[in-house]
């Protein structure tokens, strides 16, 4: 049965002007504002961020229909996915100087993120399972407003079915050149943007997760000092962010360089409250999430046939793909949610629908021994038969 958080948005009436005034940094955060899966008490629990609806669909060339996308999430959710990124509410037409991925220069190409422009159907019709949370990345107030206005249409319509969402994403980086071009603003003022959407989101009963971009690697000013990234991550901590996800962006990282960041950022931040974000534009993602792990974080972005990639740069991918870290995760001390056979059924079909190449490489190899297997069936019927 759906079980409404305490201050969910169930139980509210949304009131933008009370709400408004309401600093965000009075408020600690308290174990009801952190999703159910901090509630799991396995200490090897690995919870997986599902963000191929938001992360993979934005960065892909084919444009597929609202209809099929709420398919996709849906299929996620019966899959096994607890948390599944549904969309974001940024500007359609902001066409970021380069892919938000890699370097590649995207001027000559309009309509990059107009990828998102159904968010606002999509949340409207979701039918929400119950235990599974679908966030939306929201990059400033009018993204917020948006948002609340589709909810509270939603709620009027339907009034007694639970909220399609509780929880929102906010994004910076580590440093101003990415954050420039990805939101227009340095990262002093993208963290002053996201402390007032923090301030309206909260008390409305909406959690709030953020994005470190570039953690590793930023495409204009090179190296990230791990320093950085840590002070980002601890102001969205301090605004009142839940969790802080920790994007290799560019994917260019390894386990080395993965290392070395986590450990200064670690140093004097709370562990479960960090989570790691890997592209694997270079193969070593999944190491990344190994090494991430190691080092005890126990919560990982990822998505579905590893959606994604640069628009602008045929090759490139997107993020780690959720059927490569669930195989990885097989017979070690992890669990995590899910079933990796459907998760692979999932994976083929948003593939097909996207006329993409599955970009799971555990995905391709369990469909491939699928397709042996009906071959060998085939045959032994035939040779039954005559
Ligand atoms: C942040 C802004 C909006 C600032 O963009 P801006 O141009 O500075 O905004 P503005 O406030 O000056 O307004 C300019 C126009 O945009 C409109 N506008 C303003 N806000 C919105 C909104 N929310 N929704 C719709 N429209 C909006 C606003 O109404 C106005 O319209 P006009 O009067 O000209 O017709 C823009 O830069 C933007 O949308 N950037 C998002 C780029 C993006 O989607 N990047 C990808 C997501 S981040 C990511 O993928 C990384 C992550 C999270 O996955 C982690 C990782 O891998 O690193």
């Not at 974001?88 to 902001?94: A, D, E, L, R």
């Not at 974000?277 to 999944?286: E, I, L, P, R, S």
């Not at 799971?360 to 040779?383: D, F, G, N, V």
Request: hydrophobic share 35%.
């Amino acid at each position: 049965m759906y079980r409404p958080l305490s201050r969910s948005l169930a139980s509210r009436r949304f009131n933008l002007h009370r709400v408004a005034t309401v600093s965000a940094r009075s408020y600690a955060v308290e174990a009801s504002s952190r999703p159910d899966r901090f509630a799991n008490k396995h200490p090897n629990y690995v919870n997986i961020v599902e963000v191929g609806p938001r992360d993979g669909l934005q960065n892909e060339k084919s444009v597929i229909p609202a209809e099929v996308k709420m398919m996709l999430i849906d299929r996620l959710g019966q899959a096994g996915m607890k948390s599944i990124e549904a969309g974001s509410f940024v500007n359609p037409k902001w066409v970021p100087q380069v892919c938000s991925h890699c370097s590649h220069k995207a001027q000559q190409l309009s309509g990059h993120n107009a990828q998102m422009a159904d968010t606002a159907e999509i949340i409207q019709k979701l039918q929400p399972l119950p235990g599974v949370h679908y966030p939306v990345l929201i990059p400033n107030l009018k993204g917020l407003q948006t948002l609340l206005g589709v909810l509270r249409e939603r709620e009027s319509k339907q009034p007694n079915t639970p909220p399609p969402t509780d929880e929102i994403a906010v994004f910076t980086a580590a440093t101003d050149a990415f954050c420039q071009n990805n939101t227009n603003c340095t990262v002093k003022e993208s963290l002053e943007r996201i402390e007032k959407v923090v301030n309206v989101a909260r008390p409305v009963g909406l959690r709030v997760r953020g994005y470190v971009s570039v953690v590793i690697t930023c495409p204009y000013s090179g190296k990230v000092k791990p320093e950085e990234v840590k002070a980002v991550t601890k102001e969205l901590l301090d605004i009142g962010c839940y969790e802080v996800s920790l994007g290799d962006t560019t994917g260019t990282g390894t386990p080395t360089t993965v290392r070395t960041m986590l450990e200064t950022v670690m140093a004097g931040l709370p562990t479960n409250r960090l989570a790691g974000h890997f592209h694997d534009t270079f193969g070593t993602a999944v190491a990344n999430v190994m090494t991430a792990l190691d080092m005890g974080i126990r919560t990982i972005d990822s998505s579905v046939s590893g959606l994604g990639g640069c628009p602008y740069s045929p090759g490139a991918t997107g993020n780690v793909a959720t059927e490569d870290v669930m195989y990885a995760l097989q017979d070690s001390k992890y669990n995590y949610p899910g079933n990796l056979d459907d998760m692979v059924d999932v994976g083929a079909w948003i593939s097909e629908k996207l006329g993409r190449r599955n970009a799971s490489r555990a995905a391709t190899a369990i469909l491939a021994r699928r397709q042996r297997q009906k071959e060998l069936e085939q045959k032994e019927t035939e040779q039954k038969q005559r």
